[in-house]
């Protein structure tokens, strides 16, 4: 049931999301949903709305890119009732999938607690794909695309700052490794994503130590 619904939006989220350079682009929105599958065989939730919800829930993105001011998840929500109009659910379902995408950025470890399965595993997934291997290649062209530094080496390495959302960017790549995507595993919501995470946080700090001792001559 839920590859009908996906068959049915894909056209309008392809046209949405084609021009995308950011690493937020039909591939992410395709992982991430297939992640948050996963993820709901094993944890439990709704299929049908975690599974549309995690294919919408980067709407904003595309919003922000066409606008000079910074646009929140829940200020997509209008855009995706529009497409949610395009198929067959029931109003409990649009509902249900428009509360994950709100709220897929109110992460726990800000203060801002989700008790709801269905938004914690959408917000799991999409963090998945922050990390590992793909995760390393997302950082790099986000980065590019916004013009952030790969490394500056004049700005201390700082893995023991809690961990927040806050403006802006970091003052490198290789520092929002440290700021956020090296701790993404402890703040995991479910114990799947949990078990996922820790493999792909351990190859990221492989990686990491490598860049730093190439960068540094250290051989």
């Not at 490794?177 to 701790?183: A, D, P, Q, S």
Request: charged share 30%; glycine share 6%; proline share 2%.
């Amino acid at each position: 049931m839920i590859e009908k619904y996906i068959e049915e939006l894909k056209p309008y989220v392809d046209q949405l999301f084609k021009d995308d350079s950011s690493g937020h682009d039909i591939g992410h929105l395709v992982r991430t949903m297939n992640t948050a599958l996963y993820l709901q065989e094993k944890e439990g939730g709704d299929r049908i709305v975690i599974g549309i919800a995690a294919f919408l829930h980067d709407i904003h993105r595309i919003l922000q890119g066409s606008s000079s001011k910074v646009v929140l998840p829940i200020d997509s929500i209008p855009k995706v009732k529009e497409i949610l109009s395009k198929i067959v659910l029931t109003e409990e379902q649009k509902e249900k999938i428009c509360f994950c995408i709100e709220h897929h950025e109110d992460y726990n470890w800000n203060g801002n607690n989700v008790d709801d399965i269905n938004a914690l595993i959408v917000q799991d997934a999409d963090n998945l794909d922050a990390i590992g291997a793909i995760g390393i290649g997302r950082t790099f062209i986000f980065s590019g695309a916004h013009k952030v530094l790969m490394y500056d080496d004049s700005v201390p390495l700082n893995e023991n700052n809690d961990f927040k959302e806050e403006g802006g960017y970091d003052a490198s790549t290789i520092h929002h490794f440290y700021h956020k995507l090296f701790k993404l595993g402890d703040n995991m919501n479910t114990k799947t994503a949990k078990e996922l995470a820790d493999k792909r946080v351990e190859f990221m700090k492989v990686f990491v130590k490598e860049f730093l001792d190439e960068w540094n001559a250290n051989y």
